[in-house]
């Protein structure tokens, strides 16, 4: 029988020197069909103590099982991210909820707590941008649209203050920060609510001082104030001044003022009838026009007192029937994005900060840790009378909890 080269054993029993085996041949592989890739052995990583570790098992890779996504810091952070998410969605859903309280109509709007509210709409501009940096990071898209949306309706609401429609000129600017006369047609003026006289009546002068304040409205005032104005030289600089009369049925913190440089005409104590506190009020000459000035400070929106609020706005907003050019100035406890102020200023009044397109001027409150968040103190004028109020500014006054609101007039 013939034998194998390879069978190691002869006949006689006798072994034979070994034969090394041929190399072993790759399997069968059809002429014209390409070879299979080369696997590459992965190369054994050396472990903590010195000693190769075994490579990694890809049996999973050779029969087609995708590979597992790798668990750790990258679950952590999606998780992380979706809790997030749905504070976002919280933070939102409290500003679309705030939006739509500032839709309601006057008749519905002085619900308990909806002016307080309210108040803050400008604020949330602040929140809805920022979810709207993080959702855009996170790719949230339709919470980026619903944030785009709100921030869409809050701007268009307030687009007024950052394109102006009225203001005064180059002029009227620079003639009232030289001097203070009354012979032209430019005046300084400026309102501050005095927290019940407890303001530093030097620091009021102070201001009138450097600014050349014409015309002052001063409100919640009380003898002690008034007496500690005089004291302080208020009538060197404004010598013309009327005071109102208590307030008719519930008090409001005090008096109302009027100070001027030029003389007053036509004074009032207390021009119409309202139960908080009256309203002051005197003409005086600017230019060309006779301008007619009003002190007011209608009740707080406080609760129980929503009534009150409401009325004594509409009673402001009733001087629209009579043909003078007004110059309305004080704390009107309510902020632009109130219904019942929109309703007061109608087609006949302008609010200077909202008119002017110079941003939006902040004065409540001022006597804190926080920045004023609220525009409740205003400037308010005639439409169409020929005279426009711009180049707003805020004074701090120690002693307040309000800063002094100050712009310039033009008699046209």
Request: with cysteine; net charge negative.
């Amino acid at each position: 029988m013939s034998r194998s080269p390879y069978d190691t054993s002869t006949q006689s029993g006798t072994p034979r020197r070994a034969v090394p085996s041929p190399p072993q041949q790759n399997p069968y592989v059809p002429k014209g069909s390409p070879a299979a890739p080369l696997r590459r052995r992965p190369r054994a990583q050396a472990s903590r103590h010195g000693s190769a570790s075994a490579p990694q098992d890809d049996r999973s890779h050779m029969d087609g099982t995708p590979p597992q996504a790798p668990t750790g810091s990258r679950g952590r952070g999606r998780a992380r991210h979706g809790c997030l998410s749905t504070l976002l969605w919280i933070v939102m859903a409290a500003v679309v909820a705030l939006l739509a309280l500032r839709t309601l109509p006057s008749s519905m709007a002085s619900g308990p707590a909806v002016p307080e509210l309210v108040s803050f709409v400008p604020v949330a501009i602040v929140p809805s941008v920022i979810c709207l940096v993080l959702a855009m990071l996170w790719h949230r898209r339709v919470l980026a649209l619903v944030c785009l949306l709100a921030l869409a309706v809050n701007s268009s609401w307030h687009a007024g203050y950052l394109v102006g429609r009225q203001r005064v000129s180059a002029e009227a600017q620079a003639a009232v920060a030289a001097s203070l006369t009354t012979d032209d047609a430019y005046a300084r003026v400026m309102t501050l609510n005095t927290y019940n006289g407890q303001a530093s009546a030097a620091q009021v002068v102070s201001l009138v001082r450097e600014r050349h304040v014409e015309v002052l409205c001063l409100q919640e005032l009380t003898d002690g104030m008034v007496e500690d104005l005089e004291r302080a030289g208020i009538d060197e600089l404004l010598p013309y001044h009327v005071v109102s009369e208590g307030a008719s049925a519930v008090s409001n913190g005090g008096r109302n003022g009027i100070w001027t440089a030029a003389p007053q005409a036509d004074v009032s104590r207390n021009l119409l009838p309202i139960d908080t506190s009256s309203m002051p009020a005197a003409s005086v000459q600017v230019g060309d026009t006779t301008v007619r000035i009003v002190s007011v400070h209608p009740n707080s929106p406080v609760r129980g007192a929503q009534d009150l609020w409401d009325e004594g706005l509409s009673v402001i907003g009733s001087l629209s029937d009579y043909g003078h050019a007004y110059l309305i100035m004080g704390d009107f406890n309510s902020t632009w994005d109130h219904a019942s102020f929109r309703s007061l200023l109608g087609t006949t009044f302008e609010d200077a900060g909202e008119a002017s397109g110079e941003g939006v001027h902040m004065t409540y409150p001022a006597n804190g840790i926080v920045p004023p968040l609220v525009e409740i103190d205003h400037i308010v004028y005639s439409s169409g009378s020929g005279i426009v109020v711009s180049s707003l500014e805020t004074a701090h006054v120690a002693g307040t909890d309000h800063l002094a609101l100050i712009g310039t007039l033009e008699a046209r």
